[in-house]
């Protein structure tokens, strides 16, 4: 069916939703809108769909919503009896978010499937946790994670409280494109399917369980009663979920000397204080860094949207707040569990930390100091839920602490998908930690690098919005893909890594076989440690490329990652 066609239908339909009807005729006689709108249907992938809010196939409505929880009906119909244990939905603060897990809801109930709705927004991480503890047969969270305010999201998660299996989430993907036209999908009237049971209302009873279980992140109880109080942290939620639920986190904790900011403590859903609610940019902590200067803290923390990433502004020498990489911020968490469990002889021998391919490799070398075991999976956290559940199912490994350099963390696996709150409250325990030496985070940041050398890392994202984009990126794949690199800044590769294939091919033309799942992912091993990977990004319309170096001193790693982003804009040019 051509995108003529699927427009025609929507335009005829006489109960299609108001605004999208207005919006339609604002449309009108403009095509190339209209194409980008209805020329194919928003990608669901392994981890759901994202996109931008509005009419059309292409676009996050009512009626994609609709027709991405009726694949799931159709997933959960094929395991029998098992769904009676119903789905988990939660939502954050965007644009619809409550009108879409409603809309959840009612699809699921006109199939006699319970569901368990969140009274009001909350993290991520917290439906991770409710799946499990109500032993759902599935998650659904309406988010756009930390995307500007026009996009929503929509993430399906498995009975384990992760991200749904790659195994499952290609059956449903299956599903979900095999419904022609979501304009006829039927939805239960909504006081009727809470009368029958089919839609219950969840929210303070489980943020207490979760709180109760978020305790056993703290190690060192006395540090923190010692230095808890002066430890002057200001955190700010972006808006979002976070807010709920991460100042009693810090609370009950004993970290009282928290200010938050208060602009953007309210939920808005235009983030109207923001440039991006992404915690990962400078400009997020603008409020942040204005409200840390007047107060004189020690750290600045922003959780985004859905609260499963978080970004760490530290104090520097000189007055000035820096924000902190996510592979810094990683660095700082994984040498704290590791020297606080040696200290406190609890420290497994089998215990494992959990990282993404395309994360910083100094974690790795921190590890090895400690004798513990680093394993490498693809990106995605679901991959590192599955792990975990790899080890518990083998009774091999004690997990220890998961992070990607995209800002995720998971310290107790309560959890089975990257959590702020977690991280929020490690963090704080760590800043607590160095200010009982006199010394800022940032000092422990220097204190890892001169032990175990300077690593600098860098992220670079190029957008490639609508048809020409996919296009584009793909075509940019294929290009480095095909084209036979043997040197970067004139540094040799020894080795190139296609995950695709599952291949890794040396400069000598050894080959030997990836062990991960295929993934459209390129890593390339320079003979100086230095490597640099390259991906489609699997929710937003971006290719990235990871840049990694390392070094006995700070310029010299500096210089190096500024030679090989030179190199990569030389390629892409």
Known sequence: MSWQDTYLIWSKEEMLEKSLKEELLLLQGNEEALKEAFYAPL?????????????????????TVRQAT?????????????????VVIAYDSRHFSAEFAGQAAKVLANHNIPSFVFESLRPTPELSFAVREL?????????ASHNPAQYNGYKVYGENGGQMSPYDANILTEYVLAIENPLMIKVADEKQAQRKGLIKIVGEDLDNKYLELIKEVTLNQELINEVG??????????????????????????????????????????FSTLKVPNPEEESAFE??????????????????????????????????????????????????????????????????????????????????????????????????????????NANSYEYLFGFEESYGYLVKPFVRDKDAIQALLLTAEVAAFYKKQGKSLYDGLQDIFKEYGYYFEKTISITMDGIGGVKKIKELMEKFRNEAFNVFDEIVISVIEDYKTQTAITSKKEITKLVTSPSNVLKYLLEDASWIAVRPSGTEPKVKFYLATSANNEKKAQAKIDKLEKEIRKVLN
């Not at 990608?43 to 009626?63: D, H, K, P, S």
């Not at 159709?74 to 244990?85: E, P, S, V």
């Not at 569990?337 to 420290?347: A, M, Y």
Request: with cysteine; glycine share 10%.
């Open 43 to 63: 990608e669901f992938g392994t981890a759901g769909m994202r996109g931008i809010l509005g009419v059309g196939i292409n676009r996050m409505n009512i009626y």
């Open 70 to 86: 009726e694949g799931l009906v159709r997933l959960l119909d094929a395991k029998g009896d098992k769904k009676k244990r119903g």
């Open 135 to 143: 032993k759902a047969l599935a998650g659904i969270m309406i988010t």
């Open 229 to 270: 109080k002066d430890l002057k942290l200001v955190y700010t939620p972006l808006h979002g979920a976070g807010e709920k639920i991460a100042w009693r986190a810090l609370m009950q904790a004993g970290f009282t000397a928290v200010s938050v900011v208060k602009e953007q403590a309210v939920p808005d859903k235009n």
């Open 287 to 392: 409020l942040a860094i204005k409200l840390g200067k007047k107060v004189g803290a020690d750290i600045l923390i922003a959780t985004d949207p859905d609260a499963d990433r978080l970004g760490v502004a530290v104090c520097m020498p000189n007055g000035f707040y820096q924000v902190l990489t996510g592979n810094q911020i990683a660095a700082l968490l994984a040498k704290y569990l590791l020297e606080t469990h040696k200290q406190k002889g609890t420290l497994h021998k089998n215990a494992a930390i959990l990282k993404s391919i395309v994360s910083s490799e100094l974690v790795t070398k921190i590890a090895k100091s400690y004798n513990v075991a680093v394993f490498n999976v693809l990106t995605g956290f679901k991959f590192i839920a599955e792990k975990i559940q790899e080890f518990e």
